[in-house]
Each structure stands twice: as structure tokens, then as C-alpha cells.
């Protein structure tokens, strides 16, 4: 994608780029930005060309957060709240203040600092659990963490539901990387009393990996596996080669998906009661709100 602006820079006559395009050397694509070719833009072209057509502007909301360039929904664009922007196809404008500070402008497109990004996108969230999973996809990610995130958050003079946010901050910070972990820890461990896990505890066996819960007292290893992450074949068949290893180091895996989390909440802590009880746990489960 390039823009008039910098083919007449690069001393292209305006003549030369009625002739391009004629030729279809140049397919018009919005006013002033051009393609080299007639295909369907990408993702990433799509994303310059919505920056380049608001411009100055950076990509920001879940734009900002998608380095892989992927999908065909709309592109998230944040620009000066002091301006005021024509509607663009395709694209989403944000206002916002103090964009100068908040966006990286030297990245290819330029977009809203990851914390920004996903503070935003927590902001305009409809559901808890879609802010928790702003927060802890970004995170998880493992390009920023919660405590940047949070000094994000003191930043903000207006922001909806800060205390939630700030909340489900320290439980990232304390090693839940998606809803799954997240709902793991406040609606089975906490809200039934069962025993505290270490999170996203590193191992090697073999190669660098990182177990959701381990509850090392009692040799209970506890795997999340939401289907978005654990969907193919080969990410299973390694699951279970994972399962083999723990198991000649004398751990149990018991994998949890989001029936049990979600859907079989006090029921999947009752049988996680019973499995503990018999490795040693002397404690008592207790009944939550939503308990039968």
C-alpha cells in the first residue's frame, strides 16, 4: 500500500499515477492510498490503509493487540480526541486523550501501547468475563504483564468498573492466564475452600513448560484446557505425553475443561474434594453460594 503523498515525495508526477493506475499498476483503494496490486487487501493492508485514511492515528482495541494480522472484522483505530474524524468503511474510530503518550508511534502500523490497548478493550466490555479475558489474554501473551497494566490503570482518571479491573489484575498477577484460570481460582479453589495452587509453575520434562495449578503438596497437577488452545491432535497427543511424565514423578493431571469450570462449578470442587482426601488432604470443602 503507499499514498499519493509519498509517491509525489518520491517525484512521481501526478500524470505517472493516472497512468499507473489506468495500467492497473495502482488499484485506488481510498482517497489518496493506492495498492500494487487488484487482489483483495490483507489484513495488514487493511490496517495500514485504515491508520493512513484517519491519519494521524494508531490501530488500538483488539487491532493493537493482534500482531499476527489475522481476521476480517473491522479495524480499531484511535485518534486525537481533540479531532474530529468522517466515518470510514470498515473502520472503527476511537477518541482518545493523551494519545501521544499511550501510542507507539515508531511500530509498523503504529498502534496503542499494549496495556492501553487492553485496558480499552476491558472498558468496553459487555461481560466480566470478557474483561477478564481482555486482561489476561494480553498477559498471557507474555508481551506486558499485570503489574504494567495496572500503573496503566492508575493512569486512567475515567474508566468503568476500575475496582473489578484492578481485582482481576492481582489474580493475573498471581498467575491465572486466561477466564478458564481465572474462574478455576475464584468459583472452585477460593469459593470452596480447596488448597491454594502455585500457578504457571515452569517444568522441563522435556523442554520448557508451564503446569496451571499445581498443588505440589498433595501431587495434583491441574490443567485448564480451554478448546480454543487445546484443539488439534498434535497439542493433544503432547497433553498426554505431558500426563505420562507427571505421572512416573508420582503427580496426578486431572484436566478440566469449561463444563467442568463453568457449567459443573460445585460439583467439579466436590470431586476435587474426594481426589484430595485420598492423597492426604485433611481440610473441609466448603459450600459456596451456588452450592446445591
Known amino acids: 500500500m503507499i499514498g499519493r503523498d509519498q509517491l509525489l515525495a518520491a517525484a512521481v508526477a501526478p500524470h505517472a499515477i493516472r497512468r499507473m493506475v489506468r495500467r492497473r499498476e495502482l488499484t485506488p483503494v481510498s482517497r489518496g492510498l493506492y495498492l500494487d496490486h487488484t487482489g483483495a487487501p490483507t489484513r495488514r493492508q487493511r490496517e495500514w490503509m485504515a491508520v493512513r485514511a484517519l491519519w494521524p492515528a494508531v490501530l488500538s482495541h483488539q487491532s493493537a493487540l493482534d500482531f499476527e494480522a489475522t481476521g476480517t472484522g473491522p479495524i480499531h483505530v484511535a485518534v486525537d480526541s481533540r479531532r474530529r474524524v468522517n466515518r470510514v468503511e470498515g473502520v472503527r474510530s476511537h477518541y ?32 466480566d468475563l470478557d474483561v477478564i479475558a481482555a486482561l489476561a489474554d494480553a498477559v498471557g501473551s507474555r508481551r506486558t504483564t499485570a503489574e504494567r497494566i495496572a500503573r496503566a490503570l492508575e493512569g486512567r482518571s475515567r474508566i468503568s468498573g476500575r475496582a473489578f479491573i484492578a481485582g482481576v489484575l492481582e489474580d493475573v498477577a498471581a498467575g491465572t492466564c486466561s477466564v478458564l484460570e481465572h474462574r478455576y481460582l475464584t468459583q472452585i479453589e477460593r469459593a470452596h475452600g480447596l488448597p491454594a495452587a ?59 475443561g469449561w463444563g467442568h469450570v463453568i457449567e459443573e462449578t460445585c460439583g467439579t470442587a466436590t470431586a476435587l474434594a474426594d481426589l484430595l482426601a485420598t492423597r492426604g488432604w485433611a481440610g473441609h470443602l466448603l459450600r459456596c453460594p451456588s452450592c446445591p
Open 96 to 127: 482518545v486523550t493523551s494519545i501521544d503518550t499511550r501510542a507507539q508511534w515508531h511500530l509498523s502500523p503504529p498502534r496503542m501501547r499494549i496495556e492501553e490497548a487492553a485496558l480499552d478493550l476491558a472498558d468496553a466490555a459487555r461481560r
Open 198 to 256: 502455585r500457578r504457571q509453575v515452569r517444568d522441563t520434562a522435556p523442554g520448557t513448560i508451564y503446569r496451571d495449578a499445581l498443588i505440589e503438596e498433595f501431587g495434583l497437577v491441574i490443567e485448564l484446557d480451554g478448546h480454543l488452545v487445546h484443539s488439534d491432535r498434535r497439542q493433544r497427543e503432547v497433553d498426554l505425553g505431558r500426563d505420562l511424565r507427571s505421572a512416573a514423578r508420582g503427580l496426578i493431571t486431572v484436566r478440566l
